[in-house]
């Protein structure tokens, strides 16, 4: 598979989107704590800035786990091409949904973590069985 084929793009592409929502994410925290005058390195003592320290903190775990699922199933899964990439982008707008729950209340991040996870068990799935095809036409 050549780096210019078009589900090689599309992957980068949504891990180019992936690391900008991390980023977006510590951007997050950072406006909270300028809001609420509480400065590095305390971590408690407002509830919107500990909810953005949530946020970021599950943000890179699932990002820890989503970025090799991605690239495994993008490199190895070749019967729909850009199926990998659709579920990528999935996660990326779980990650938005869960991030923008949790911050408005923690009671409200459960919609979005499930479609990362969703998203997630679904590029192991597919990573999967592309290995599999893979090892045994070898």
């Known amino acids: 598979m050549l780096l210019s084929a078009p589900a090689i793009i599309l992957t980068a592409a949504v891990t180019l989107l992936a690391a900008l929502i991390c980023l977006w ?3 997050l925290v950072a406006r909270a704590r300028r809001r609420n005058k509480l400065p590095p390195p305390a971590m408690s003592g407002a ?10 903190g599950n943000t ?18 070749h019967m729909v ?12 707008i779980g990650r938005v949904i869960f991030a923008l729950g949790y911050m408005a209340g923690a009671d409200k991040r459960h919609i979005g973590f499930n479609i990362t996870v969703f998203s997630s068990i679904a590029l192991a799935i597919l990573g999967v069985i592309g290995l599999v095809q893979a090892w045994i036409a070898s």
């Open 60 to 77: 890179v775990e699932q990002v820890v786990v989503f970025l090799p699922l991605l690239w495994v199933a993008a490199l190895y899964f």
């Open 81 to 92: 091409g850009w199926l990998v990439s659709i579920i990528g982008l999935v996660w990326c």
């Open 47 to 56: 509830a919107e800035v500990e909810r953005a320290l949530r946020v970021q």
């Open 25 to 27: 994410t510590a951007i």
